[in-house]
């Protein structure tokens, strides 16, 4: 099974590095453009039973449920009104060129819940729909605010949740990935890792990269992506993980659930497809106006993921707890 054409499925040091591919800037935008073709945005479950569809609007805090759902051609998830965390995340499996799903529903989160410590979100909720982006956010006590950015696309940096707080403290976020998927240390990465590669018109280092999967999508692959935020090591999910030099490398990270401590103004999100197994540097460190957007800008090695993920790249147990 093939990922798409720019990706390489090649586990050897030395099958990667003959097979690398690079792609121009205007062939990697023109195919973001067409992974987010006829998408869009309907936000449903209200109170009274309306939709909110395109457009700028206002959702009264009376017509707000303990949840509601925003519905999107190809991905879709729950929101819970009271603190913006989400539920149920996942792709639709509708038809697109660019596809990762093969055509299925592809669950991705279980939950992404932030811990407000005490706080709520009471306010109405403001809506910015348009284009297949929508940007919906809302305010409470202690001059709590959450913002939830997302673009209905088959892949890409699609998803992103920004906390701020007026005591300006991190946010706990804890994110449970749907059993079905799994987060895995990429041995392609490893393979590379160390190596001096091209991107946009200088260079970076290749570096371990933890994505997720699942097993039954050749295509799906995806990864936590962070502004200002921290993961939490976790002493519990003790991996070793070989290297490509015949050590082993130490990594405490669980297979379904990840803690990240987000800065006030910071955000989680995630990107998916080409965009997660890709060589470029980490997202900037942004604390205002940050945008979930395809990180993709120009010429980067995509190295891909092997399928099925072997067992012994999947990082244990599933939970810290």
């Known amino acids: 099974m093939a990922f798409p054409i720019r990706t390489v499925l090649l586990t050897s040091a030395a099958a990667i590095a003959a097979a690398i591919i690079f792609v121009p800037a205007e062939k990697a935008t023109a195919a973001s453009s067409a992974g987010c073709e006829g998408g869009g945005f309907v936000i449903r479950q209200l109170v009274d039973g309306t939709t909110v569809g395109e457009g700028d609007t206002t959702i009264p805090a009376s017509n707000l449920g303990a949840a509601f759902l925003v519905d999107g051609v190809y991905n879709e998830f729950i929101v819970v009104s009271s603190t913006f965390g989400i539920r149920d995340y996942a792709f639709t499996g509708v038809p697109n060129p660019l596809d990762i799903t093969g055509g299925r529903r592809t669950p991705v989160w279980a939950e992404k819940t932030p811990d407000h410590r ?57 994110h449970v990935l749907d059993p079905e998927a799994f987060y895995f240390d990429n041995p392609n990465f490893r393979a590379r890792e160390g190596d001096v590669v091209p991107f946009k018109d200088t260079t970076i280092v290749v570096p371990a990269r933890v994505n997720i999967a699942n097993d039954f999508s050749a295509r799906f692959v995806a ?33 379904g659930v990840t803690r990240w401590d987000v800065a006030s103004g910071g955000r989680m999100g995630f990107v998916s497809g080409e965009d997660a197994v890709e060589v470029a540097p980490g997202a900037t460190d942004c604390v205002q106006n940050c945008q979930a957007q395809n990180r993709v800008r120009g010429r980067a090695v995509v190295l891909g993921f092997p399928f099925p993920v072997p067992q012994d790249v999947r990082l244990q147990p599933r939970s810290p707890f």
């Open 118 to 174: 005490g706080l709520v979100l009471t306010s109405a909720v403001t809506v910015e729909n348009e284009g297949g982006d929508i940007v919906i956010e809302r305010s409470g006590t202690g001059d709590l605010d959450m913002k939830i950015q997302a673009k209905d696309c088959a892949q890409g940096g699609i998803f992103q949740m920004e906390p701020e707080r007026g005591d300006h403290t991190t946010t706990l976020f804890t």
């Open 223 to 255: 990864r936590d992506s962070a502004q200002v935020a921290e993961r939490r090591q976790e002493p519990t999910c003790n991996n070793q993980i070989r290297k490509r030099d015949g050590t082993f490398a130490t990594v405490l990270h669980c297979g």
